[in-house]
């Protein structure tokens, strides 16, 4: 474990790989830092440049990666096509899966691709980064520690961290992207990748055709599975409740969410706007168990804003979801197919990044397509093409790669989270009512203390 927290903290301290960075136009004084989004997608340069060819760009999937890869493509001004099993079933799962975090860096991705639709984004949101943020025991409510999430972003002029219902978020992309573009009831099954094209085979048998394919389709991806064959997802040992109450807290306007951490369990609480409190309770057990009162024996002891947002929730309102991810693999495409998001590189929820990380994968997928030139030959073409999906892989890859193996370190770590020596029998049992701290304990308390601020700086100024 302590190897991982050195990997972890190298790869934070070196950020001077495959950089494009970013910054908001009106804070153009601040100097350059690690990320600035180039103005290659601004919407006011749609205009077609001299030696570059407009391809035809298919998207299985209408989630968020699948449709701001639309938006984007869409402002650059190539032909694009959206495939969705049921965008009603998309609008399900959000609720399913509740508020969706957008990080500093997600936004500014999101204001380099279309500001307009960015300040709507914001506009709905509810900004969680300029409040207190952090890990706290379970049990005691003490904080464990605390991290910056404005100051980061505010010195290199990005937005601030927010939260946004997933729905809501759907929504104002859908509208943006366009209903002409995003096909519903349109399930891609297959596809037959040609020299010259590609070509997607729906549930009903349609066929399209389009020079690139980009599997934005989630964990459970069909051109996934066409790529590298059937694998099972892994089960994270984790399930996750989720509930939503009115219940406004007394410490609302200083704390934005707060991670209650314990042994093989964890609780998240975070304000999601117009006076709802959104939590997630995360247990270590067999998938596929039941809800309330299970989770008031898990957390019954806890300490009270724990224990207040369960029983003030309604049973009909916790809904319960097991966590899987895959393992990470470093090809993210064939060809003229590449994948995106969750089908290419599915986490765990534990740090909130899944939607961020697609949010990026969009950006740097554009960037690099939009180099492919429209002179030479088809097969000189062809060549571009594969290339640049390539390119768009490697300069993801480390990144996203660092924060899948934080999700999965984050949830090895329940495992250990013993803040207090455990004196279970003989004539010293009476001690643990004392709660004697181990001190180890103390030690990784304060490491993590050290690690935790660079690596969120990292997540939030930090797009490779």
Not at 323 to 335: E, F, Q, V
Request: net charge positive; proline share 3%.
């Amino acid at each position: 474990m302590l190897a991982s927290f050195q990997y972890l903290n190298s790869c934070i301290q070196n950020q001077s790989y495959g950089i494009l960075d970013f910054r908001a136009k009106k804070y153009s004084k601040i100097r350059s830092y690690c990320v600035r989004c180039k103005s290659s997608l601004d919407p006011t340069l749609d205009e077609e440049k001299d030696g570059k060819r407009k391809l035809k760009i298919l998207i299985a999937g209408g989630g968020i990666g699948g449709l701001v890869l639309a938006l984007a493509a869409k402002h650059r001004g190539f032909e694009v096509e959206v495939f969705e099993k049921d965008l009603s079933l998309v609008r399900g799962e959000g609720q399913h899966r509740g508020p969706i975090q957008l990080m500093s860096s997600a936004l500014a991705v999101l204001e380099a691709i279309d500001e307009n639709v960015a300040k709507q984004i914001m506009a709905a949101g509810c900004v969680t980064g300029n409040r207190t943020n952090g890990f706290v025991d379970g049990v005691s409510g003490e904080w464990f520690t605390k991290f910056d999430l404005s100051s980061p972003a505010v010195s290199r002029g990005l937005p601030i961290t927010q939260v946004i219902c997933r729905m809501e978020l759907q929504d104002i992309l859908v509208n943006a992207v366009g209903l002409d573009i995003v096909r519903n009831n349109s399930e891609v099954v297959d596809f037959i990748e040609e020299p010259s094209k590609v070509t997607v085979i729906l549930e009903d048998g349609q066929q399209y055709h389009g020079d690139v394919l980009v599997g934005a389709d989630g964990i459970w991806s069909n051109v996934r599975t066409k790529l590298f064959g059937r694998r099972e997802a892994k089960y994270s040992n984790y399930t996750c409740y989720s509930g939503i109450t009115k219940l406004v807290p007394t410490y609302i306007d200083s704390v934005g969410y707060r991670v209650f951490l314990g042994l093989n369990q964890y609780f998240v609480a975070l304000d999601v706007g117009n006076g709802n409190m959104q939590w997630f309770a995360f247990h270590k057990q067999p998938p596929m168990s039941k809800k309330k009162k299970l989770l008031e024996e898990i957390f019954g002891k806890w300490c009270h804003e724990v224990v207040a947002l369960i029983q003030e929730t309604p049973e009909s309102m916790i809904l319960q979801r097991d966590i899987y991810d895959r393992d990470m693999i470093y090809s993210w495409g064939i060809g003229r197919v590449a994948l995106l998001g969750d089908a290419a590189h599915p986490l765990q929820p534990n740090l909130g990044q899944g939607g961020c990380m697609a949010i990026e994968d969009c950006y740097q997928l554009i960037h690099e397509i939009d180099q492919v030139p429209n002179t030479g030959s088809d097969t000189q073409i062809s060549d571009a093409i594969c290339l640049a999906l390539r390119q768009y892989a490697k300069k993801r890859i480390r990144r996203v790669g660092i924060v899948h193996a934080a999700t999965r370190m984050a949830s090895k770590m329940l495992a250990m989270y013993l803040p207090y020596i455990q004196f279970k029998t003989g004539p010293l049992a009476h001690l643990s009512s004392l709660q004697i701290t181990y001190p180890a304990f103390r030690m990784g308390q304060a490491f993590l203390q050290y690690l935790l601020p660079k690596f969120m700086t990292w997540m939030i100024a930090g797009h490779g």
